[in-house]
């Protein structure tokens, strides 16, 4: 008895029971008409000058912090991606050791939100333009290092070996054998960050870094829903990014995301290369008109010592109920993002006005920094476990929606017109036909996702004791060094863990693909 | 084979004066063409004259632009229910097969079955693979063993899979069989084979509509229609397809097919 692909994609709605019937509960009964005013002024937003100015140099503040946080993420990490591939090891020095090496210690960067790595640059080097590229940038890198390195290692060497045994020097072979084959794929990765950097700079916003965020929070806070809602308009430029990230995806002919076992194919490859070489000076001309000082990097405040005598408190705090928390906080968001998106696109499929909505919805989703959902929430629930899911699980819908329907338009459509035109009713043509296909690559990307949510369980610590976040939050904000230290430290075994586990499903899931 | 007399009632598929506008030249133009139930007929016409756009208007995954279409008399219901007991009694053998590589064999025999299926058929469906006698049955009447039955469908051969697309069109239970060139890439052994097996099940009240490029395996149908540029050129009994209709079918094409 093992269930079909089709059915395996349905069994993560399975965690919106519990999310169902926890949520009843937690409504406090006030809070309905602040709801009500807030979807009403959706329509009628600030157009106030003033208002409008102040959003918009927080959007140009947001936008350069991603994109210099983004650039310096690939750089570093093509750098480091290549310095941690073992195959680069091997043909240069004829040892692998070095590159598992590299690939441990960027482990530690990798596991840390950005948010949190924000927070600490703010404590050390105090509010200033370059925190929020920094928070961002390291990351970003040591993922982008790791993705690198995997694509690298994965590529056949036959190439390569083929070169080195005509006589042709190490570097030389490498750069022609595994040069033009990886340059699609890391594209077309940086993308997709690029996209995931002006979220995150959004977020640091909202947690006090600037730029729109900060606006956003702030006309959340004083209930101007108006001028919110200007702001979260303002935000809907990042759809204008990802349909230019996608037209070139589709130039260059890139693989997508869904299709994480095809090769990327590539083509226009010089200016592909060009590309990359231009974010250079356009890094350092935003830089330079955001204010970016980099010899501010230098000087850092004094850090209070880590003090020993406090280690009494730091073993009494409640690990097991904080561990705990963070892992079923991530399992609800988790099954709600994963669980539902199929949920929705099968109950809407015979009415395309409804799958227009809820694309629409999704998009909502993706851009609203989860923290400023999660105040929206508390309007109407008490600040709980599963009010936390709620926030952090409806962003991550809205991010594998969109895969998940891109991975459907990207599939042969033939198998599902069979279906319907033996007379099965659009749903089950869409069960059948459509996600039958596309199951075990949505699962992967969702097992992935999943990882990246254990991570983000962070960001939605503000709704009180909900696990390892808020935990953190709450010791920086009390600056308990070694609180802190101690809490990062378990956080970052937690996520490598969760990266593992992670990885080793979707490795099993796409290889019986 | 002796064949019983044809019921007289509606005609399985009536097409009246049918147009499909295409980019250059009409893919269909105004086409007549009935089928009565125990029909054989087949569908002949070089690349390109209208026969897989016969066939698409014909399973109505297809709206032509001009024209009346009636299944069994009845003109196709615009959507919900009604049309779906219609399109379930028409029964699509697709030249790419379209089963579901993820699926396995029996699961994607009961997938011809959705039509009258609820959710918790087609979910339990998914887990428990149901209906296995008939699904047995189904492989058995095609020659395929029954132990397959488990096996993902991505596991057969290339013979086994055009099997098992037939099976899967009869467990449809289909009253009009189409069949878009269903023997083009096979080869001529398997390919009469093939043929047999689909005629032996087109008896009345079936009927079966099949689309052919080459005119050499007429026998065992009652009819040839031929197609060329989307329109008519001969509808005469299977008999009277001779080398003068041949010529004028494929004539001047021939070069360049």
Redesign the interface.
């Known amino acids: 008895m093992r269930p079909a692909p089709p059915l395996l994609v349905l069994l993560p709605a399975l965690m919106l029971v519990p999310l169902l019937l926890a949520l009843p509960g937690l409504l406090h009964g006030g809070g309905w008409e602040l709801i009500v005013e807030f979807a009403a002024a959706a329509l009628t937003p600030s157009l106030d000058p003033l208002v409008l100015r102040s959003l918009l140099s927080g959007l140009a503040v947001t936008v350069a912090m991603a994109l210099l946080g983004w650039g310096t993420s690939l750089f570093a990490g093509l750098l480091l991606g290549l310095a941690s591939s073992r195959t680069l090891w091997r043909t240069l020095l004829g040892h692998e050791f070095p590159a598992q090496l590299i690939r441990r210690l960027l482990a530690l960067p990798r596991a840390i939100h950005e948010l949190l790595w924000g927070l600490l640059l703010l404590q050390v080097l105090g509010l200033q333009p370059a925190v929020a590229v920094l928070a961002i940038a390291i990351p970003y890198g040591a993922l982008v290092a790791r993705v690198v390195s995997d694509l690298l290692d994965a590529l056949p060497t036959a190439n390569l070996e083929a070169l080195r045994a005509g006589g042709a020097p190490a570097p030389a072979a490498l750069l022609t054998a595994l040069g033009p084959p990886l340059l699609p794929g890391v594209l077309s990765y940086g993308g997709y960050r690029l996209e995931c950097a002006l979220r995150s700079a959004t977020l640091l916003g909202v947690f006090g870094l600037g730029g729109l965020g900060t606006e956003l929070k702030l006309t959340l806070q004083s209930l101007e829903f108006h001028e919110l809602w200007s702001g979260l308009w303002l935000l809907a430029v990042m759809v204008l990014l990802e349909s230019v990230v996608g037209l070139l995806r589709r130039r260059w002919a890139m693989p997508r995301r869904l299709a994480l076992h095809q090769p990327g194919v590539g083509r226009r490859g010089r200016e592909m290369v060009l590309a990359l070489a231009a974010l250079l000076p356009l890094m350092a001309l935003v830089g330079q008109a955001s204010g970016v000082d980099l010899q501010a990097l230098t000087r850092w405040q004094p850090l209070p010592g880590l003090g020993s005598d406090h280690w009494q408190e730091v073993l009494d705090l409640p690990w097991l109920q904080l561990v705990g928390g963070t892992l079923l906080l991530t399992a609800l968001a988790a099954g709600l993002a994963v669980g539902l998106a199929p949920l929705q696109l099968l109950l809407t499929a015979p009415w395309p006005w409804a799958r227009r909505l809820v694309g629409f919805s999704w998009m909502l989703a993706r851009l609203w920094p989860p923290p400023l959902t999660l105040l929206l929430l508390l309007f109407v629930f008490r600040p709980s476990l599963f009010t936390a899911a709620l926030a952090l699980g409806l962003h991550n819908l809205g991010i594998l929606g969109r895969l998940l329907r891109e991975g459907l338009q990207d599939q042969d459509p033939s198998a599902q017109q069979a279906l319907l035109a033996a007379g099965s009713g659009p749903r089950l043509a869409l069960l059948y036909g459509g996600m039958s296909g596309v199951a075990r690559s949505y699962l992967a990307y969702g097992a992935y996702r999943s990882d990246v949510m254990l991570r983000e369980t962070v960001v939605v610590g503000l709704a009180g004791a909900v696990g390892l976040g808020s935990q953190m939050l709450e010791s920086l904000s009390s600056f308990a060094w070694d609180q802190l230290a101690a809490l990062v430290l378990v956080y970052a075994l937690l996520t490598l863990a969760g990266e593992d586990l992670s990885d080793r499903l979707r490795r099993r899931l796409l290889a019986t693909a | 084979m002796a064949r019983p007399e044809p019921v007289v009632e509606a005609p399985l598929l009536e097409l009246r004066r049918i147009s499909v506008v295409g980019r250059d030249r009409p893919r269909l133009d105004q086409l007549d063409l009935q089928i009565v139930p125990g029909e054989r007929v087949a569908l002949l016409g070089s690349s390109g004259a209208g026969k897989s756009t016969l066939l698409a208007v014909a ?3 297809l709206r032509p632009d001009a024209g009346q279409l009636l299944w069994q008399g009845q003109p196709p219901a615009s959507s919900g229910r009604q ?10 053998l ?1 030249q ?1 097969l ?7 064999v029996q ?1 994607n025999l009961n ?2 079955r ?2 009258h ?1 609820g ?1 918790p058929k ?2 339990l469906n ?3 693979p149901l209906e296995t006698e008939a699904c047995a049955a189904a492989l058995r009447e095609l020659e395929l063993d029954p132990a397959l039955l488990p096996q993902p469908v991505s596991a057969l051969s290339g013979g086994q899979r055009q099997r098992l697309a037939i099976a899967r069109l009869l467990r ?1 239970q289909p009253s009009l069989l189409l069949a878009d060139e269903p023997l083009a890439s096979l080869d001529p052994r398997l390919a009469s084979q093939l043929l047999a097996l689909l005629l032996r099940q087109a008896q009345a009240p079936r009927a079966l509509l099949l689309s052919l490029h080459r005119p050499d395996l007429l026998e065992g149908f009652d009819r040839v229609i031929g197609l060329r540029q989307g329109r008519l050129l001969f509808d005469c009994a299977a008999a009277a397809v001779d080398g003068a209709r041949l010529r004028a079918l494929y004539g001047s094409e021939a070069e360049h097919p």
């Open positions: 399973n109505g995954s049309r779906r007991r219609q399109l379930a009694r028409i029964g699509t697709w790419d379209r089963l579901i590589e993820e699926l396995s699961q997938a011809a959705l039509a299926w959710w087609a979910l998914l887990l428990l449809q």
